[in-house]
């Protein structure tokens, strides 16, 4: 029944999360966290700060580790097919022919969705600053974190920021951090598993492309299992990646316009990569594409996680943690900025409907999914 419970859970949150990966470590918090406590505050923000120093998708890789933590391998399992296959069968379908929607770029229910966005990841900072950000130097990590993103974004300076924050907290943390165990909960990875998991991640980066000459489904493995393993920063990165490897192989038009409607969809925004596989090969080289994408992300993250655990309840490992956790904070607070503001407010009356938006989560106690839907409709009705 905890397998049930996870897919379904985790299906109606690919069907409503829009607005990217950090609006959905929004939508995982305010689903898991506050609603229904499956995790505490702590064990959430171990599992987004391990997301944020591995490549891959981040949202995906801390919702399957939620799915393993709730429901061990079929838990896993169910979490990212709930979430992730509403989006990568849309994306296939539009690839295989359904180009008729026309441009979502300047529709009102995709205004809405973005509004929506602006107010789940609000109550995340809010929510993560009051249990995380609890003394002077924590809150000066992240300050210093957002205002370091604003100035310099890009993945390689979000590792930078998280990794001087690890080295803050260690310094001047030690001490004001108990031991306390791991915040999360029991792990079912043994370490020498998850060893062997991230010694297969890195086997298959190098055989992959030894295989990739022998045909175009080992070349589809090849391209996407490779950009999932080398992006850091979010969905957003692979598109260079991607390029490089299917842009020649399909006209510019439909690359263009299947990264358009990426992120037009809901769920992990990795799917673009269903979508070239779909458009170069089929539903075959959808279902291959999809793996690629994912796989390698998914490998280091349950690799890492029995390891991450037991370092975790060191002290001067916690200290660092709790520098780190600080860092997540300032991360989230810059990109709420930038792009989930900028990209969704442009005028007072899209601010207002933010606003509202956000207090109907705060005031009223709407689950995000239901606020999400209600902005869509509103948007579709009058923006």
């Not at 897919?7 to 829009?18: Q, Y």
């Not at 929004?26 to 599992?47: H, I, K, M, N, P």
């Not at 609000?122 to 210093?144: E, F, I, K, P, Y």
């Not at 590792?159 to 165990?181: E, P, S």
Request: glycine share 14%.
């Amino acid at each position: 029944m905890r397998v049930l419970e996870v897919f379904l859970v985790f299906l109606r949150l690919g069907l409503t999360s829009f607005g990217g990966p950090v609006a959905h470590l929004g939508y995982f918090r305010a689903e898991f966290v506050t609603r229904r406590a499956w995790l505490g505050e702590a064990a959430y923000a171990d599992l987004v700060a391990l997301a944020g120093f591995l490549p891959g998708p981040a949202s995906s890789q801390v919702g399957l580790s939620v799915g393993l933590l709730r429901a061990g391998w079929p838990g896993l399992l169910a979490a990212w097919a709930g979430f992730t296959l509403p989006s990568a069968a849309l994306m296939t379908a539009l690839a295989l022919g359904l180009t008729r929607l026309g441009d979502p770029g300047q529709a009102g229910w995709l205004t809405g969705l973005k509004l929506a966005a602006v107010a789940v990841v609000a109550q995340a900072v809010a929510g993560l600053w009051a249990s995380l950000v609890t003394d002077r130097v924590r809150a000066g990590l992240a300050l210093g974190t957002a205002a370091a993103l604003l100035l310099w974004p890009g993945a390689g300076a979000q590792v930078l920021a998280l990794l001087v924050c690890a080295g803050v907290g260690w310094r001047w943390l030690t001490g004001k951090v108990g031991a306390g165990g791991a915040a999360l909960p029991a792990v079912p990875v043994s370490r020498r598993a998850g060893t062997a998991l991230l010694i297969l991640a890195g086997m298959l980066l190098l055989a992959l492309p030894l295989l990739a000459p022998l045909g175009p489904g080992w070349a589809i493995l090849d391209a996407t299992y490779r950009a999932g393993a080398l992006v850091f920063g979010g969905g957003h990165v692979v598109l260079p990646l991607l390029e490089g490897s299917f842009a020649g192989a399909l006209p510019q038009g439909t690359f263009t316009a299947g990264y358009g409607a990426a992120n037009a969809m809901p769920g992990p925004l990795f799917t673009f990569a269903t979508f070239l596989g779909a458009a170069a090969h089929g539903p075959a080289g959808a279902l291959l594409a999809t793996l690629g994408i994912f796989l390698p992300g998914a490998l280091l993250m349950v690799g890492a996680l029995p390891h991450w655990a037991a370092l975790a309840a060191r002290p001067a490992a916690r200290a660092a943690l709790a520098g780190v956790n600080a860092g997540v904070v300032g991360l989230l607070l810059a990109a709420l900025y930038d792009p989930v503001f900028t990209s969704a407010v442009r005028g007072p009356r899209d601010l207002a409907l933010a606003l509202l938006a956000y207090a109907t989560l705060i005031v009223l106690r709407w689950p995000a999914w239901a606020v999400v839907l209600a902005c869509a409709g509103v948007g579709w009705a009058a923006l």
